[in-house]
Each structure stands twice: as C-alpha cells, then as structure tokens.
C-alpha cells in the first residue's frame, strides 16, 4: 500500500482495452503496473511503460525485469518465452503450463476430456480426408477452427464440404510443423453462457455469477448478468464446470468459460480464455469485486474479493465500429445527456466497423428496464 | 471517445490523492488526463507529466499549454496565475472568481452572507483589539481561523483570550499586505454534514444526497451516506443550500459545501471546497456517478450523470497513518482476507501519523452493519 513499503508492481503484455481496463483497480489498491504495448497508440497507452514486439524475447525479458508479476491483456505470448522467464525466476500468471490450453483448442478439448467436463462431439484433423469423415459422421455439417490464433469468430467456419478448409490446411501445411484443425458438432444450443472465475496461486478461488452472453456475427454484443434462470440446475452446472476447470487446469488470474446450453438441457464447453473477458466488463458496476480488480488480486497473490452482484441487473453492451457520420465527442456529449445512468467506457482506439471501441453497462433492479437502456446507450454511437 | 476524435484533455494541478482518484473515471470515459504534480513521489505521480512548483507562472503556462482544460487538486494556485491563463485563451475551471471564496475564508463568510445563506456569526478582526472584542460580544470563547491556507483542522483554533492569536497576527504583520484573521461563533453544533454539488459552466448542476460527516481530531473520519435522517427539513434546506452557494459563486466542477446542524435545529455553512472533497469519496462505489466522473465531466462541459446512490448506505472511513508495526503489505493482504467486500483505496503515500493514505468504502442496505463493516476495515491498518 505505498512505494516505501513495497507494492506489488505488474507488468501486462499487451497493450488493449483489457490492460487498460486494469489500470482503474490498480490504482485504487495501490498496486503499480506497467504495460508493455504493441504500439504507443494502444488502447491502455498512458500505463504503458514500454513499446515492443511480446514475441520478440528480450523485449520480454528486459519488460519482466523492472516487475514483479507477469500477465496478460492476451494469450498470444509464445509459451517458450514464458516457460523461459519462469526458469528466470519470474512469477507468471497464468502459468505456461495452464495458459497453454487457451492457446491451443486441440490442447484444451483434450484436458476437458480428461477433466470430465461435457463438450461438443470433436476430432483433430490433419487433413480434407479426416475432416470429410467427420462431416459425414455428424450430418454433413460441422464447424471447423484452426487451433492456435483465433479470436472474436476469426478462425472459425461453419462447413458442409472438407474444401472450405483447403486454405487453412495449405497454411498449416507451409508451416511445416504438422498442424491439425479442430472439427466440432454444430451444437444446437438454445444460449450461450460464460462463467467466470479468479483463482490464486494457492488454488483459491472465486467465480461470478453465470452470465448469458449474446453473439452477433461471431463478436459479443451483449452480456445479461446474471444469466435469467431458465433452468437452476442448469446454472449451478455451469458454475461447477467453471471450478472444474479452473482447478483442472491450474489457471492463476481471471478464466473465462464460454459454454452452450443446449436444446436439450446439456452445457457444453465451447471456448476458454485466460485473462479478464468481455463478458465479465458488467462486473465493473455490476460486482462488488469487478474481474480487474480479481485479475490484479489474483496475480498479485493477494486474498480475493466478493464477488456479489451489487444490484439485481446488469447488463453490458459493446460500442462496435466507428461513428457512421459526424465527429464521436458530439456524438458522445449526446449519448452522455440521454444517459444519465449509463456508465460508458471508452477503449480510446481508432473506429474501424466492427471493431470494439468501448461499451456501456447498466445496472438496476429490472432485467428488461435495465436491458433496454443500456441497448439504447450503445445504440446512440451506431 | 477516441485520440484520434478530440478526445477532452485535462490538466489538473496537484498530485495528491483528489488528481490519483480522478484518473480511473477519465480512462472510462476515455479523456486524457495529465497532472502536474510538486514532486516524482506524489500520489498521482503515475499519471503525472509534468513535476514542478504550481506557484511557478512559468512552470504553470507550459504546462497549461499541453491541454484544453486546467483543473484543480487542491485551491492553493495564486489567482493572479489563473488569471493570466484566461487571459491566454485557457480553459480554467473552477474560474478564479470561484475559487477565490474557496481560497480566501472571509471572502467566502462575505459572498455567502450577500447570497443569505446561513453562516455562523463572523468578523474579520485586524488586531488583537479587535479579536477581544468579538470574544467579549461571544461569550468569551470563539473560534479563529487564518483567512488563507488553511486545510484539515490546520489554521483553525478554538480560544478565550486574543493573545492566543498573537503568532498570527505578528505573521501577518511580516506579510505586509494588511491581513485580517476570521473570528467566528463557537458553533453549538450536533452533528456536521457536507452537500456536494456538481456544476457545468452552462450552469446545470447536480446534488449527492447530504452526508454525514464526523471529524476526529480536526480531520474527516468517517462519512456517512446519506445522512441519517434526523429531520427531513433540516436535509432538504442542507441541499438547498448547496445548490444556491454553487450558483452563487459561479463554481465550475464539485464543490462541497461542509455544515454545521445547530442544536437548535439550523444549518449555517461552515467550509467550501471548490474539487472533489474526501466527505464524497464514498461515492466511488456508493453513487452511480462519482464524484471524480462528475467533476471531469463538468470541467470538460460534458453533460452530468445521474447521482442516486447505488445502495441505501455507503460508508467511507479514512485510513490514517503508518502502520504501527510491521510492513505494510502484511497488513494489507490481512485486511483485504478479513473484509473482502471493502473497498480498498490507497494513495501510494508515504505513511505519516495523522495523514491521510488511504480509505475503505463499504455499501450495503443497513447503514449500521455497512459502517461497523467499514470501520472494521480501516482498523486493520491501526
């Protein structure tokens, strides 16, 4: 709690809106860090303290030398660096070992299998012959994800002939190290859903409550928290799915579990991410404890905090693509004084459409009310 | 909302913790904020781009010069400077005929008796004759208060004889530009309690609920919101108050408007901050708008947000000192384990006993159970 008495100091790779989003809490507890950006015009800027390539090794090192805890705006760090900086003695989290499974899909269907936890039918194929065969076993359609890489629907198809992969398999093909694609059932899921959960380096932990997360065009748009109860049952399986793996996998910091719930009652795993998430930005309002701040705790090895809803509602919008017309603080100025209970967060990055630039959250007693102004709120920068 | 769309930027001089707590809400909104700061160790001083004396003109144009609006950590700027910089075309807010009643306390008992709001009985004595004099008229006790520079129970006294202000007296002397000493009443007073008010140069405004605020030792304890209800009336003419001083003076940002509840059922004003103020940091958690997002939002005339308090009772209590025995980090994780739903907030300072180097904020539905949570909390670090 002070420069003199010796505040943990973090270090995040990866300069976007989840690093800057970390700032807030860390200020506020009194924790320093520093962020190593990929360009001095990210998202989390002002906290960055260096400007380099997180692929490039001694960038990493020299960056892990002026801190004491490594993590994460994202998963992209090679997992040799990270395995290097722990034989150097520098606390990483999460762990090589774990992060790896949100690195690489194939890794992570196969530690879910062997943790028990329910996921869609599922193969690795090396090539248009296996991936043919996994089409004809399940109906004739499938979706097909390369297994390192992707993000926000980039990397993932919806197929019916093996040809729709020729490219990806060509690419895997050119690198040379033997790569497969992940074939998956096209889950016929009613919803989808994401649980959160913090864990220390002790193997404390804490998770949020589930949240229904809404996709349009392959990017979260919206996030209701917590997730309206259709079936209880079906809520606290999804909890312990989260616990589960979060155990199973040894994370440290922030997991997300993105899951189906299916027509016919099942939860399945869909995706995993090691880091704070889009759909835990309602926790920023919504929580007593918000994922940043959790993140921070987490890494730091530092007790957890509650992590009740502070209301009954909240609902997370995204602000996606650029101002269709007319300059954004305009816009803004507007949105701000038609939303006076709006809390909006801007990622400070250049509009492109599409892209997230910022979201709004509300938080009140009444799902729908509750809903509908915060749709309105992100609606007002379309 | 973006650099590259004219993002608002914003000075603000004083790096103290009032500039560190308005980082977080300016990275939400997504305005550049730069602080300068009187030293490298300064609370704010990771947000600071510049270090130097703000009694500087020099020091204060330049960095004036790198934003669109200057604002304020602390009053203590010489209005001649900010003069100056409106002269230049700067943005400055609060104005410097605002600030000159939060700078000077008889030209603040002079404005708030000209607008007819109620203040405790005063004079501005110029000797000892003089000061005599009041004592004699007020029953022989009274309370004297340097008229500049005073803050947290400093330059204030409680005295039966004028010789006790001699010090004073003889310094102003020194100064040679004909001071005065304030004189006041010894308020018979219950309980204290502190309006703040949020103003946009256009003149809209916005009011918090009335709090309760108890002192110890001269400085600010504990804050209780809202005020516990005693008599509606007696809150109801509180937040009239503020609302009249705000217009008043021609405040621009928060102001907090600090008051004494007579025994006899009045409210007279007692002190006027023109910035954030610690009697509103419960609002951090406890308002749907803080009062560090309201204060950007006004000086950058950006329209204000909602106010309501996002529970039925927050309670902030101050962490002071250093820690007894033992480092600090010990005692933090400790607290943090014992009350995870408190809100930890530090300054980064260097722990002095009496100072201020943090705060705990706790929200629930029952104010007694919030505050023995919250002072719980704040004990951890005794």
Request: aromatic share 4%.
């Amino acid at each position: 709690m002070g420069a003199e008495s010796g505040s943990v100091r973090i270090g995040v790779i990866g300069g976007g809106q989840l690093a800057r989003m970390m700032v807030p809490p860390a200020i506020h507890l009194g924790l320093r860090i520093s962020v190593l950006a990929e360009t001095e015009g990210s998202s989390a800027a002002r906290a960055a303290d260096a400007v380099g390539d997180y692929r490039d090794p001694d960038t990493v090192y020299a960056f892990a030398d002026t801190v004491d805890v490594v993590t994460f705006d994202h998963e992209h760090v090679p997992n040799e660096i990270l395995l290097e900086l722990e034989r150097r003695g520098v606390a990483v989290h999460p762990r090589p070992e774990a992060l790896q499974f949100a690195q690489d899909k194939i890794l992570m269907r196969q530690k879910l299998e062997e943790l028990g936890v329910p996921v869609p039918s599922w193969a690795a194929v090396s090539d248009e012959g296996e991936l043919q065969a996994f089409l004809d076993a399940h109906g004739g359609r499938a979706v097909v994800k390369t297994a390192r890489g992707g993000y926000d629907g980039k990397g993932v198809r919806v197929i019916s002939d093996a040809g729709e992969a020729r490219d990806w398999f060509a690419t895997l093909a050119e690198d040379g190290r033997g790569g497969q694609l992940l074939a998956e059932e096209l889950v016929d899921f009613t919803r989808e859903l994401s649980q959160l959960v913090a864990r220390r380096p002790s193997g404390d932990a804490r998770t949020w409550p589930v949240v229904e997360t809404i996709q349009r065009d392959g990017v979260c748009a919206e996030v209701l928290a917590p997730a309206p109860v259709a079936d209880p049952a079906t809520l606290a399986r999804a909890a312990e799915i989260g616990e589960t793996v979060a155990e199973g996998v040894g994370v440290t910091g922030v997991l997300a579990v993105e899951m189906f719930e299916t027509r016919d009652g099942r939860v399945l795993v869909n995706e995993l991410a090691m880091r704070p998430h889009n759909s835990g930005h309602f926790s920023i309002e919504g929580s007593v404890t918000s994922q940043f701040e959790q993140h921070l705790r987490a890494v730091a090895d530092l007790p957890l905090g509650d992590t009740a809803m502070t209301a009954s509602a909240a609902v997370m919008v995204n602000v996606l693509g650029g101002p269709a017309e007319g300059p954004m603080p305009v816009r803004y100025a507007a949105a701000l004084a038609a939303h006076p209970r709006a809390k909006f967060h801007s990622y400070d990055k250049q509009p492109r459409p599409g892209r997230k630039v910022g979201h709004v959250t509300v938080t009140g007693e009444d799902l729908d009310t509750v809903r509908a102004e915060a749709l309105a709120a992100a609606r007002a920068f379309d």
